[in-house]
């Protein structure tokens, strides 16, 4: 009953998530290119639960996006996943608008446009900078050789060249 419990409130992050980011959007006057991706990374990198949830373990074949947790940490790419999702949701929600107000609609989306391109920038020159790099590195080889006995527990019998990891 209890993990039923704990995996329920777990399922309901999301949940959470927007109820918070609803909230605090009809309360406040903070653009929700700032308030999405900040709500995000509290509930993220906060939330207790067993297994965390975290938007940035997703691109681990996207080099371009990884390149700046160095600076950020993981953090920072959930972010950056959160104000692109919101802002692709508002190019399909807002299809339509009003000539009047398109100049003040254009100083978000900037500064949204320009953060995500710095992102990315800094990342596929951080990329191409290692991939520079490691390519002029000696290459060693290394072998793992381990003794062919039987596991068993308790003391083991420590040969000579090998070592022994837990």
């Not at 906060?46 to 965390?52: A, D, E, R």
């Not at 900078?129 to 000696?138: G, L, P």
């Given at each position: 009953?209890?993990?039923?419990?704990?995996?329920?409130?777990?399922?309901?992050?999301?949940?959470?998530?927007?109820?918070?980011?609803?909230?605090?959007?009809?309360?406040?006057?903070?653009?929700?290119?700032?308030?999405?991706?900040?709500?995000?990374?509290?509930?993220?990198?906060?939330?207790?639960?067993?297994?965390?949830?975290?938007?940035?373990?997703?691109?681990?074949?996207?080099?371009?996006?990884?390149?700046?947790?160095?600076l950020v940490g993981v953090d920072g790419l959930d972010g950056i996943i959160a104000l692109v999702n919101v802002m692709i949701f508002r190019c399909l929600a807002n299809r339509q608008i009003d000539p009047s107000l398109r100049l003040f609609k254009k100083l978000p989306w900037g500064l949204a446009?320009?953060?995500?391109?710095?992102?990315?920038?800094?990342?596929?020159?951080?990329?191409?900078?290692?991939?520079?790099?490691?390519?002029?590195?000696?290459?060693?080889?290394?072998?793992?050789?381990?003794?062919?006995?039987?596991?068993?527990?308790?003391?083991?019998?420590?040969?000579?060249?090998?070592?022994?990891?837990?």
């Open positions: 009953l209890l993990a039923c419990i704990y995996w329920l409130y777990c399922a309901h992050l999301i949940v959470f998530l927007v109820i918070v980011f609803k909230s605090l959007k009809k309360h406040s006057k903070i653009h929700e290119f700032v308030l999405f991706p900040l709500v995000v990374v509290i509930f993220t990198s906060s939330y207790p639960m067993l297994f965390s949830m975290r938007l940035g373990d997703t691109q681990i074949q996207f080099y371009a996006a990884l390149q700046a947790i160095d446009l320009s953060v995500v391109c710095i992102w990315f920038i800094y990342g596929g020159i951080a990329h191409s900078s290692w991939e520079k790099n490691v390519s002029s590195w000696s290459v060693l080889k290394v072998g793992l050789v381990q003794p062919n006995e039987i596991p068993k527990i308790g003391k083991r019998v420590l040969y000579p060249g090998y070592g022994q990891v837990y």
